[in-house]
């Protein structure tokens, strides 16, 4: 069992800036994937970011995080964090860190995350 607790979430101007944070407990793997998921009224839970949480840092970006958002992890504290910049109305979206048992395969896929957090709402005004 793996518990995902976000926290960070807020109302933000366009261009501004947020960090999410993700805090994990319970029985972790080095080959586990840590996601970022994100989800707007009516549509679908869309990858945002990835990362392994044991070993070599790799992470994952979708289009849309590249280059604004960036996902770090610091195991000392078991938290993943997601900073994002230069936010627009359109990232506006409950924001979900999701638990992935091994292997980058399907990291993209909310499928493949076993685990969940409750989410953290972000608001990004115009």
């Known amino acids: 069992q793996v518990q995902l607790v976000e926290s960070g979430g807020g109302l933000v101007q366009a261009g501004g800036s947020l960090r999410l944070s993700c805090a994990i407990s319970?029985?972790?793997?080095?080959?586990?994937?840590i996601g970022w998921f994100r989800q707007a009224p009516g549509k679908e839970r869309d990858f945002i970011a990835a990362c392994t949480w044991g070993g070599v840092f790799s992470t994952d970006y979708s289009d849309s995080a590249k280059g604004r958002f960036t996902i770090s992890r610091d195991n000392a504290e078991n938290t993943v964090s997601l900073q994002m910049n230069s936010l627009k109305p359109e990232d506006t979206a409950v924001y979900y860190c999701?638990?992935?048992?091994?292997?980058?395969?399907?990291?993209?896929?909310?499928?493949?995350?076993?685990?969940w957090g409750q989410g953290t709402q972000v608001t990004v005004s115009s």
């Open positions: 319970g029985r972790t793997f080095s080959t586990s994937i």
């Open positions: 999701g638990f992935k048992l091994s292997h980058w395969a399907g990291s993209r896929s909310e499928g493949s995350y076993i685990y």
